[in-house]
């Protein structure tokens, strides 16, 4: 493997969240067979992976994140604080989100309290001729997206997600929602909390709701400064 060691351990949680490319997953598999120190590695983070996981079942992981340190324990707190962002970062790469908490059909669904969140940009997505470019987006909010379906249809529900991009297509999903049939315009319109997403390349994809999960999806590429 070409990378060095420091370098290869960073890969872990990426390639435990499928977010590798399919050449640096064979990469890091090789470095797997070679190499006790990362195969230990790997396997403390599925161990925690699935710690993490059977907390969100329990309901216990929200108010393990929350808990407050009393001020007299000030080391432990410092040690605590540590773990408890590592945790964090975890639960975001591991855990599934909902979807509506990063693609929805309005600005409202995406409101953590009264108001909406403002819409800070738009953008519109279409196949051109083969692939559709890669679309450019900032992070610093909600930003809409105007998704033009190939399938020009009135008769059409379609189901929306946005998953990390490999060039594959089956990247890890980290938002979905049913978007309907398209509007008059003949476009789908989304609306996506980029504030919520790391810097990095994902896809928007765009399906009929009632086909099988073979069938041929819109894929649109982004990529988060």
């Known amino acids: 493997m070409a ?7 960073d890969l872990v949680p990426r ?4 977010q590798l490319t399919p050449a640096e997953s064979e990469a890091f598999e090789r470095a797997l067979s070679e190499r006790a120190e990362l ?3 790997t396997e403390q983070a599925l161990k925690l ?4 996981a059977r907390l969100r079942e329990r309901g216990e992981l929200d108010a393990l994140l929350r808990a407050p340190a009393r001020p007299r324990w000030l080391p432990y707190a410092a040690a605590a604080a540590v773990a408890m962002i590592s945790l964090a970062t975890l639960a975001w790469l591991y855990l599934p989100r909902s979807a509506s908490s990063l693609l929805a059909l ?3 669904q995406l409101a953590s309290g009264e108001r909406p969140p403002p819409v800070v940009a738009s953008y519109v997505l279409a196949r051109m001729r083969g692939t559709a470019p890669v679309t450019e987006l900032g992070r610093a909010g909600v930003v809409e997206l105007r998704v033009l379906p190939s399938m020009l249809s009135s008769a059409v529900s379609y189901r929306a997600q946005i998953r990390t991009g490999d060039g594959t297509g089956r ?10 049939r398209a509007a008059a315009d003949g476009y789908v319109t989304l609306y996506l909390d980029a504030a919520q997403l790391p810097p990095g390349d994902y896809e928007v ?9 073979d069938a ?4 649109f590429p982004l990529r988060l400064r």
Do not use: C
């Not at 990378?3 to 351990?9: L, R």
């Not at 890890?172 to 309907?180: L, N, P, Q, S, T």
């Not at 041929?216 to 894929?219: G, S, T, V, W």
């Open 3 to 9: 990378s060095t060691q420091p370098e290869a351990e």
């Open 15 to 18: 390639y435990l969240a499928g």
């Open 39 to 41: 195969r230990d590695q």
């Open 49 to 52: 992976k699935e710690g993490l």
């Open 106 to 108: 309005s600005p409202q």
């Open 171 to 180: 990247g890890r999903v980290v938002g979905e929602v049913d978007a309907g």
């Open 205 to 213: 994809s765009l399906s009929p709701s009632a086909a099988g999960p």
């Open 216 to 219: 041929q999806a819109d894929r």
